[in-house]
């Protein structure tokens, strides 16, 4: 496929399910990360692990599910999605208190020059 100048891979029907439960394993891996970071505890050896663990078991319960004609990849889903809407969370919240702190000090700053 070609779209805006890109040439962008095509992902075959059969493969297609265990690429987007993969990709979206590895962005609670990464929003997980990020939260980590903003709350001071991040670790390389647990994020990588966690990074491809992730991936791949929801890609095996994607598979097992194929073969027991069961979507199990919906829990998986729905897990990943619930913890990646958690960990925005916490990112939103660390940034929007260190935007209020910073404009308390800049306000605080101003009244005293005046």
């Not at 027991?68 to 919906?74: A, E, H, S, T």
Request: charged share 15%; aromatic share 16%.
């Amino acid at each position: 496929m070609h779209y805006f100048g890109i040439n962008a891979p095509t992902i075959s029907y059969t493969y297609s399910g265990y690429l987007a439960i993969a990709i979206v394993a590895a962005l609670d891996s990464v929003f997980g990360g990020i939260s980590s970071v903003v709350k001071g505890n991040f670790d390389f050896k647990i994020f990588i692990s966690g990074f491809f663990g992730n991936a791949v078991l929801s890609m095996l319960l994607t598979f097992l599910g194929q073969k027991l004609n069961v979507d199990i990849y919906l829990a998986a889903i729905i897990v990943f999605v619930g913890r990646m809407f958690i960990n925005l969370a916490i990112i939103r919240r660390y940034f929007i208190e260190k935007w209020t702190k910073k404009n308390t000090k800049e306000g605080e700053a101003n009244a005293e020059r005046e």
